[in-house]
């Protein structure tokens, strides 16, 4: 019999305010069982971002340090809750999908990927000839499953943000990433533990307003840097990581 957990809802953002106006409402319109809590972790936004959650009383958590990494960090150290999902409102990530994530956590499962890469599932360049990004992610996710995994089926989309963790997870897996690869270090810790990992598919959409502030390039260079320090064992460096 599954127990009910208690979950939060954890929006990552820096700069994002006319995202979030566009994607918040979505949010609010899901199942209210969906999570027990919401708080925005914040990079250090200027933008108005900050104040729009701070005028709804969603609690907001700023980090000390910059970096996607060391929100999940803050998260899993300062809210007291048993899982968090996390969720970035720039348009990417449907909001339709936040009730997939308790059934599946409440069941046992450790992590929960929201894939755009099984069947099913739709990603932001399909419609395109060449899907350079989704090649490269799929590059990887085999690169993470032979090398990494131990039990269980092969997971589909290792480096997607839109998943949940539980708490003695996190705790766990001792997540050191403090950039983007965050997730794809997670999700190769999971495999190295024999965690039970979980996905479903979902629609990737396209970004709602503004531009992203990720540069593909170097972003593919640290995926490599992070799939090599995992392999070997090295700790990471104490600096700060980029949004």
């Known amino acids: 019999m599954s127990t009910r957990m208690k979950i939060a809802l954890c929006i990552l953002a820096r700069n994002e305010v006319d995202c979030v106006k566009i994607m918040q409402p979505l949010v609010d319109k899901q199942d209210k069982n969906s999570f027990d809590e919401i708080y925005l972790i914040d990079g250090g936004s200027t933008d108005g971002t900050v104040e729009y959650y701070q005028q709804r009383g969603i609690p907001v958590l700023a980090q000390s340090q910059r970096g996607r990494g060391k929100a999940f960090q803050v998260a899993i150290e300062q809210i007291d809750a048993d899982a968090y999902i996390f ?68 997971v589909t989309d290792s480096i997607n943000g839109y998943r949940a963790i539980t708490r003695d997870a996190g705790k766990k897996l001792a997540l050191s990433a403090y950039d983007h690869t965050i997730e794809y270090q997670m999700t190769i810790r999971g495999l190295k533990n024999r965690m039970n990992i979980v996905e479903f598919p979902t629609i990737e959409g396209q970004r709602v307003a503004g531009e992203s502030g990720v540069p593909s390039f170097k972003t593919g260079l640290r995926f490599i840097g992070r799939f090599f320090t995992e392999l070997t064992g090295k700790k990471d460096q104490a600096t700060v990581g980029k949004w």
């Open 87 to 154: 969720f970035s409102p720039d348009g990417n990530e449907d909001p339709i999908d936040l009730p997939r994530f308790r059934p599946e956590l409440e069941k046992g499962a450790d992590i929960v990927i929201a894939s755009r890469m099984m069947k099913g599932a739709v990603n932001e360049e399909d419609h395109l000839i060449f899907k350079w990004r989704k090649w490269v992610n799929n590059a990887f996710n085999i690169m993470a499953n032979v090398c990494f995994r131990r039990k269980g089926p092969f």
